[in-house]
Structure formats: structure tokens, C-alpha cells
């Protein structure tokens, strides 16, 4: 029997505690979720970075097509795309996607020890659910939520939850506390994947910022693509795992 362990932000993350473990980082608006959608949409990889700055030397060295986008407490960053789906799927095709945020891409990177590294989201959880039961239901999987400049986010507590609910419906495992009260918390919410990110502090920042409600219901659509993202510590690359 495996056991599933959770961490409730980036700023939480041991990376020498990483090792040996399964880790699954969660940044449901958006990064784990752009990241779900490029890969779906044709990218070759996904490139997490920790800054603009990081983004920027990348991409000056890296010698096959590839697209830059990032956002900085909530704002597209000067000279880069926007990081939301509508944004990218028309360009990301066949091109590597250089990827900065303000916290998923670097909870991406801070757990780069762990053994085997997944991003995931409510676009893929499900699939994501099957995949760690076949590869890895006797180890120990430690779901990162990234949160938002260390402070708890209640969308990636969520996302979190969807994947355990998945996880426990088709294996056996031991859940630490931070997990089960995960579970409870999704199994409980009466309210729609939208409504509930929708009424999040980060999901009503973002519309304050004129952004359209359309992508959060994007994003909120359980199950809708098949992507199972890892990441290759050696590349530094997120790719789609092929079955």
C-alpha cells in the first residue's frame, strides 16, 4: 500500500525531502493547467523556469522553435505571451513552451528532486489518477500545492483533493492528515469546479484584472484531456508521457 502525503505551498517544499518520493505539483490558475493544455494543444515540451530573468537567458540559447510566455503577480510580463490557454493554442504547436510564473513553475522547480516529477491539474487529474496507479501505488506521492507567494490557495487544495478522490477510488492507499482533510474538502463542496474557482481570492484578483471568466471555466472541466505531463530533470523539460 502506498501512502499520499500534501503539502500546502511551494514555500513549504524540502527539496532534499524530495527524494524518493512521487511528487505531483498543483497550480490549478494556471501554471499546471497552461502546462496540461500546451502539451494537449501539440507543444513539444514545456519549460519551467523560476523568473523572467531565467525565461530570458533560455531562451537566448535554445536552438529549436519555441514560444515565451509568463506572468508576474497576475500580469503578462512585458515582451512575453500570455499565459493562458486562448493565448497559446494557436502558437504553441510544435514549439517548446518557455514558461514562467509567480508560483507553479517554480514549485515545479523546487521539487525537482523527487524521483519522478508530474504536473497536474482538474484537466487531467483523472488520467493522472491512472498513471500512478500503474507506475507508482506502492510508493509514497507527495501532491505540492503551490500556493500564491506563501500563502495557501483553496484552488490548488482543490485540485489537490481531485486527484485523491480518483487516487482512492481506484487503490488502497494511507492518506496523511493534510491529505484526507484534501479529500474531505472536495468530496464536500457543494458548489461547481467553476463556482468554486471562480470565487477563490487569486480567481477573483485575476478577473479584477479584466481577465475572462471563459478561462476559468476552461480549466475547471474535469477530465477533459488524457495528458499525463513529467518532467525530465535532465532536460529541465516537461514532456507528455507516451503510452
Given at each position: ?62 536552438e ?11 500580469r ?25 510564473t ?25 488520467e ?37 478522490s ?47 471568466e ?30
Amino acid at each position: 500500500m502506498g501512502n499520499i502525503q500534501l503539502i500546502f505551498k511551494k514555500e513549504d517544499i524540502q527539496p532534499d525531502q524530495m527524494k524518493g518520493k512521487i511528487a505531483v505539483v498543483f497550480d490549478v490558475l494556471f501554471a499546471t493547467s497552461t502546462i496540461t493544455a500546451a502539451l494537449a494543444d501539440g507543444a513539444t515540451s514545456v519549460i519551467p523556469v523560476y523568473d523572467k530573468a531565467q525565461a530570458r537567458e533560455k531562451a537566448k540559447t535554445f536552438e529549436e522553435a519555441y514560444v515565451l510566455a509568463g506572468e508576474e503577480q497576475g500580469r503578462t510580463i512585458e515582451g512575453f505571451h500570455h499565459p493562458l490557454r486562448t493565448f497559446l493554442n494557436p502558437i504553441v504547436k510544435g514549439r517548446h513552451l518557455i514558461l514562467s510564473t509567480t508560483n507553479g513553475t517554480v514549485a515545479v522547480n523546487r521539487s525537482a528532486q523527487a524521483d519522478h516529477l508530474y504536473t497536474s491539474s482538474l484537466l487531467n487529474n483523472r488520467e493522472m489518477a491512472k498513471h500512478l496507479i500503474e507506475h507508482h501505488a506502492e510508493e509514497t506521492i507527495v501532491l505540492v500545492c503551490s500556493g500564491t507567494s506563501g500563502h495557501f490557495t483553496m484552488e490548488d487544495f482543490y485540485g489537490a483533493g481531485s486527484l485523491i478522490s480518483y487516487l482512492v477510488e481506484m487503490g488502497e492507499f494511507e492518506l496523511s492528515d493534510s491529505a484526507q482533510t484534501a479529500l474531505l474538502f472536495y468530496s464536500g463542496i457543494p458548489q461547481s469546479p467553476f463556482q468554486l474557482l471562480r470565487a477563490t481570492k487569486i480567481g477573483q484578483i485575476l478577473l479584477g484584472f479584466g481577465m475572462d471568466e471563459q478561462e476559468i471555466k476552461f480549466v475547471a472541466q474535469e477530465g477533459l484531456f488524457h495528458v499525463i505531463s513529467k518532467y525530465d530533470s535532465s532536460t529541465g523539460q516537461i514532456r507528455e508521457v507516451e503510452r
